[in-house]
């Protein structure tokens, strides 16, 4: 079936770094992207999101990267900081639903 | 945004009963809502699409005897959970998009299941 490979499954990083996540999907004529934040035990929350007719989308620290003839898409948090902490996952619109990535953990040291 | 309510927060139960779970949509209608599973540390698997006035559309290997969605208004989806075990033990969230036929969606803020 269709699927999205997401990479890292964990990412730790030092408060200010940047951190970059990064997704693959695999159906051509998908063309809605959004990154979803979720705290532990709580319910996602849609931080950024791209369409297809569009290569870069950037809000404040965050940025997502589309490259359609490659198929992935690349979230980017500029000078990170310890509340970023929280699991990150992509998703692909595919028909009128969302497949997910598996999820990034990410962890911002202070 | 639009807010999505779900109710329990969590649940615990004994093996063999059932349980319901509601979703509402509370400042918009939502004609299609759609149910989540997920396990610890793992991601959000679809279940199925809940339609409002017809039957839900269930993804491939969901039972759909076992988890039973009713849509009877356009703010309101459930999701029964029958003759529950512990392996059904998981947290299930819905979402609703933000206007029909819109790919965003909004989340409910889950339910915790536990089968005892």
């Known amino acids: 079936g269709e699927n999205v490979e997401q990479h890292p499954s964990t990412l730790s990083v030092q408060e200010g770094d940047s951190a970059v996540i990064k997704c693959t999907y695999s159906?051509?004529?998908?063309?809605?992207f959004p990154w979803y934040k979720q705290e532990l035990g709580k319910r996602p929350q849609l931080i950024i999101d791209?369409?297809?007719?569009?290569g870069e989308k950037k809000d404040q620290r965050i940025a997502v990267t589309l490259n359609k003839t490659a198929k992935h898409f690349s979230l980017h948090i500029t000078e990170t900081q310890p509340e970023d902490s929280a699991v990150y996952f992509c998703?692909?619109?595919?028909?009128?639903?969302?497949?997910f990535g598996a999820g990034t953990i990410l962890r911002v040291k202070s | 945004g639009a807010v999505v309510s779900q109710h329990p927060s969590w649940v615990i139960c004994k093996s063999g009963t059932s349980v319901k779970i509601e979703c509402r949509s509370l400042?918009?209608?939502?004609?299609?809502m759609f149910w989540y599973r997920q396990f610890p540390k793992q991601s959000l698997m679809l279940m199925a699409t809940?339609?409002?006035?017809?039957?839900?559309?269930?993804e491939q290997g969901v039972e759909k005897d076992k988890f039973l969605i009713n849509h009877a208004s356009l703010t309101l989806s459930t999701l029964t959970v029958t003759s529950a075990h512990p392996e059904d033990s998981s947290f299930y969230i819905c979402?609703?998009?933000?206007?029909?036929?819109?790919?965003?969606?909004?989340f409910g803020s889950g339910t915790q299941l536990s089968v005892l």
């Open positions: 998703a692909w619109g595919y028909g009128n639903k969302l497949v």
């Open positions: 159906d051509s004529a998908s063309n809605y």
């Open positions: 791209i369409r297809s007719n569009v």
């Open positions: 400042d918009f209608q939502a004609t299609t």
């Open positions: 809940s339609n409002e006035g017809s039957k839900a559309t269930y």
């Open positions: 979402s609703a998009p933000s206007a029909q036929g819109s790919e965003k969606l909004f």
